[in-house]
């Protein structure tokens, strides 16, 4: 099975493409652009979303919901949002269809139109900020720590599952302040939550950082980013946390009274993740027999597969498997054994590790009588005899090794691929190699445009972690005055 599989080096982008489909994470749907999560692809959101919300309760946020369709009107009052997100929308006009009086099937009734067309949400601020006038009057109202889990549209062109999609899933959170350093600090706060997700729960090696003016949330002050490195040398932006100032309280007129008996207008976040990071998730780590899951999101942390030739031989492994499994489900961990009779070990093998399971277990009448256990692991491939005895105790610290060492390899791979660039000439050279290049930037959008313009590679962030770099240089395209490394990247 893993043979079907395109190799990383013959077909990047084929080799992602069936892993999404072969690996049974996700397929396409009838609706253009769209896609269907099945259901080995969902247990993984679902293990994200668990885990991402419960960080979100633990920082005092509580989940809301707001409807999916926005009145058109209310994107008109926030002019850089609106620009930001028009050519995305997708816009309900009518409510009702009918009979063709023509006999052509059904059509849109045009007695039907809506008096005020209907934006299907590309993203929650218009219609949270209406709301949110109706729920703030004073300091002791504020602040307001809301996310919500739902669906977004943006009616992309090119699309590509998890990566880029019309429809897909999502978190957004959206806060109110009654300062403007409450909201900054909230706006720091969830882009290091973000951090603390991809690094220990994704393995997922990130860089945090502002993005530069013209990279930023349409109608925010300040964006903060999570870039990450796939394997291919290209940058994905992995989530992001917004300080959009007092822009969307003065659109809908969200004022408070605050202490001093004055009103003011509220101060606002809005930060999200999406299913993009399952994307993020099978490029960082994977090969070419398939997904490499870290323990921390895998549906099956550890699958077991019987050798046997015999129905009696078939019970006595299937006893010891049961025995092992209670034990390791007891210490929360997720366990399936595959007695599929239609086929053979070699088969499932493959199949496990397309599917990315971190551990497998392999047992037959021989291993038994040894006191014995095959273990194999996804992320080396190592195979290895381990005694039976003590076993469940050996497979937990198994899968927190497994867990460390794939966050190491992304993590070895993107330092490695980080580099310094200080001339234009170098800049084009370097930029085909893929990988992030450290550069100095005069901090105009003119310049940051040209060299979109002529290389596709865009400023992923401005870093205040992973990779700062404070030191005086020149602008690695005008020549011009600089204090500070950008990074720059080609990008999904």
Known sequence: ????????????????????????????????????????????????????????????????????????????????????????????????????????????????????????????????????????HSWRDLPILCNQWCNVVRWEMRTRLFLRTAEFLWQEGHTAHATAEEAEAEKTRMVNVYAKFARETMALPVVVGHKSPGERFAGALDTMTIEALMQDGKALQAGTSHFLGQNFAKSFDVTFTNKEGKQDYVWATSWGVSTRLMGALIMAHGDDNGLVLPPALAPIQVVMVPIYKSEEEHNAVLDKMYEVKKA???????????????????????????????????????????????????????????PLEGLEERIIGLLDDIQKNIYNKALAYRDASIRKVDTWEEFKEEIEKGGFLLCHWDGTAETEAKIQEETKATIRCIPVDSAVCMEEGKCVYTGKPSHQRVLFARSY
């Open 1 to 136: 099975m893993a043979k079907e599989v395109t190799k990383r080096s013959e077909n990047y982008s084929q080799w992602y493409n069936d892993l999404v489909v072969k690996a049974d994470l996700a397929e396409q749907s009838a609706v253009r652009g769209c896609m269907v999560i099945k259901p080995y692809g969902y247990a993984i959101w679902e293990k994200m979303q668990h885990i991402l919300d419960g960080m979100f309760k633990e920082t005092g946020h509580k989940n809301a919901y707001f409807p999916l369709f926005i009145p058109k009107s209310f994107f008109s009052r926030e002019a850089e949002h609106v620009a930001g997100f028009a050519k995305e929308c997708a816009v309900v006009t009518h409510h009702r269809l009918m009979n063709d009086p023509d006999g052509n099937g059904i059509v849109v009734d045009p007695e039907a139109k809506l008096e005020e067309e209907l934006i299907v949400r590309p993203t929650s601020e218009t219609i949270i900020w209406n709301t949110y006038k109706n729920w703030v």
């Open 328 to 386: 390791l489900e007891a210490k929360g961990h997720s366990v399936e054994i595959d007695d599929r009779d239609t086929l053979r070990p070699g088969f499932k093998f493959a199949e496990w590790e397309l599917k990315g399971v971190p551990v497998r277990l392999a047992m037959g009448p021989r291993d038994l009588q040894n006191g014995t256990v095959e273990v194999a692991r996804r992320d080396t491939l190592e195979k290895i005899s381990e």
